[in-house]
């Protein structure tokens, strides 16, 4: 293995300034959202630039002979915006005591709540180059003279290796469908208890008495008046949840263009008429859903858009995991357990560190004491 050089880890503010062959060689199979093509589409379509408050600061590691070893998908903040990790009150408290919070450094893939490698390695690399990763990003974080560095949504491996380092550990959860090698959805259903099984049948029955038609379409099947239909969902949902919408129009364009066989986007048609939709991405072990909107009220339907036809998907195509995104407790009795979530963070000014510490001490308490609490709550047959 290719072990590291701490003087070659370069930073860029365009992922275009990397060929996306050495970035991708350094993602998972399972890791759509950390490729290229999906950075870039979000940089691209001006979703994260300086001007949106995620200027990038992209990490490149590379040997001696220039061969990309490790890279990280990293971005200057002046906000705490899609990031779904919330420090807010730690922003509040810093900037009321006197400190300048923004802007922050965040290891993160932009608007995507989902567990993944940030410290991404080269199958040539050697493990260390993560550890390099790492010790690079605190040193640009004190080169820029800023409060803190955050790394969101990370593997569980990072996350203790960055506590290593002297990150603080921070724990949180979401929930998750694992496919137990189930044969069909039936056979999904029967590992449920019969009061739960039920319901889900009654709820399936619902939509499809309602007339409402399910499309699934994938790469080319998907056309820009699709993405249309598509984005006035995300905008009213965008609209409702969070005020505003992150994502702009020509993104999901540039997503179908690039990253199009990954794509799995679920539509309901009513007389003729796109009415809801659901967007997915694929990994090869994972089906990921990402957005959701409907124009209309339909009982039951986003339980069968988002929830059913994922886990329909996910066991005719022998994958092992759907995840669903962040929160919403209401996912546990449609097959979706809560899963532990994990983020690192540092804090440049020692006293500060020391109350985030305590808060997070704190948190974590909450936090296994909720998981135990919603995991009394499964569906599934004691």
């Known amino acids: 293995m290719a072990s590291s050089n701490l003087h070659k880890i370069d930073v860029i ?6 060929h996306a062959d050495d970035w991708n060689n350094c993602v998972g199979a399972d890791e759509p959202f950390a490729r290229h093509e999906f950075l870039s589409a979000l940089e691209d379509s001006q979703c994260t630039i300086a001007k949106s408050g995620w200027m990038a600061q992209h990490l490149v590691l590379r040997d001696d002979l220039g061969q990309v070893l490790a890279c990280s998908p990293c971005y200057l903040k002046g906000h705490s915006y899609g990031e779904y990790v919330f420090d807010w ?3 509040d408290a ?3 005591a006197g400190g300048r919070y923004y ?4 290891c993160a893939i932009p608007f995507t709540p ?10 040539q690399a050697h493990p260390d180059c993560q550890k390099d990763l790492l010790i690079g990003l605190i040193k640009r974080a004190q080169d820029l003279q800023i409060s803190s560095l955050h790394i969101t949504f990370a593997t569980e491996q990072e996350w203790h290796l960055a506590q290593d380092l002297g990150f603080m550990g921070r724990i949180g959860h979401q929930y998750h469908w694992t496919n137990d090698n189930y044969g ?3 056979d999904f259903l029967e590992a449920l208890s019969s009061r739960k099984r039920k319901t889900i049948r009654k709820e399936r029955a619902k939509v499809q008495e309602s007339g409402i038609e399910i499309l699934t379409l994938s790469g080319q099947e998907i056309t820009e008046t699709h993405w249309d239909a598509f984005y006035n969902f995300y905008l009213d949902t965008s609209g409702r949840k969070w005020g505003h919408a992150y994502l702009n129009r020509e993104f999901f364009s540039l997503l179908g263009q690039r990253l199009g066989d990954q794509i799995i986007l679920v539509l309901a048609q009513y007389g003729g008429k796109i009415v809801a939709g659901a967007l997915n991405l694929k990994g090869n072990q994972t089906l990921y859903g990402r957005y959701w909107g409907c124009l209309t009220d339909f009982k039951f339907l986003h339980f069968e858009a988002c929830y059913y036809q994922a886990i329909d998907f996910a066991i005719k195509n022998n994958l092992k995991r759907v995840e669903a995104g962040a929160q919403g407790q209401h996912k546990i009795q449609r097959g979706y357990l809560p899963v532990r979530t994990y983020s690192a963070h540092w804090i440049a000014d ?3 560190a020391n109350a985030v510490k305590d808060f997070l001490d704190h948190d974590q308490r909450v936090n296994e004491l909720e998981m ?5 709550l499964s569906p599934y047959k004691k």
């Open 184 to 186: 069909s959805f039936d």
């Open 103 to 106: 802007p922050k450094l965040q």
């Open 94 to 96: 810093y900037e009321r």
């Open 89 to 91: 009150s730690w922003a």
């Open 13 to 18: 503010e365009k992922i275009s300034d990397i």
């Open 114 to 123: 989902v567990t993944g490698h940030r410290l991404l390695l080269a199958p």
């Open 350 to 352: 020692p006293n500060f």
């Open 372 to 376: 135990a609490e919603l995991s009394s």
